[in-house]
Nanobody, 120 residues
């Protein structure tokens, strides 16, 4: 079973940047496609970005294209989400997940998430 620990969230002004990290552990964890998801207050959890096992393929939801970049370092068993030009509507708890189906369907294993708050 995959274990996930997200970090790097915080409070930032609109237009600012944050980099989230997701430490992944478990058998064959480096072979999983991985994704970032987020859940804003009162809303359903939504897909944000995905990366395949070797980092050669990425996929983004339209609202973050050109602003967010997903990457991974398999030597460190870590997945990243670089978030630039942040907007108030990016405020949410961010989660990483292993994918069961490329590019947006997560396996049902979740970490604790990391809070991102963007002030306008």
């Amino acid at each position: 079973q995959v274990q996930l620990v997200e970090s790097g969230g915080g409070l930032v002004q609109a237009g600012g940047s944050l980099r989230l990290s997701c430490a992944v552990s478990g058998p064959t964890s480096t072979t999983y496609s991985m994704g970032w998801f987020r859940q804003a207050p009162g809303k359903e959890r939504e897909f944000v970005a995905a990366i395949n096992w070797n980092g050669e393929m990425t996929y983004y939801t339209d609202s973050v294209k050109g602003r967010f970049t997903i990457s991974r370092d398999n030597a460190k068993n870590t997945v990243y989400l670089q978030m630039n030009s942040l907007k108030a509507e990016d405020t949410a708890v961010y989660y990483c997940a292993a994918l069961s189906q490329w590019p947006t369907v997560p396996r049902d294993y979740w970490g604790q998430g990391t809070q991102v708050t963007v002030s306008s």
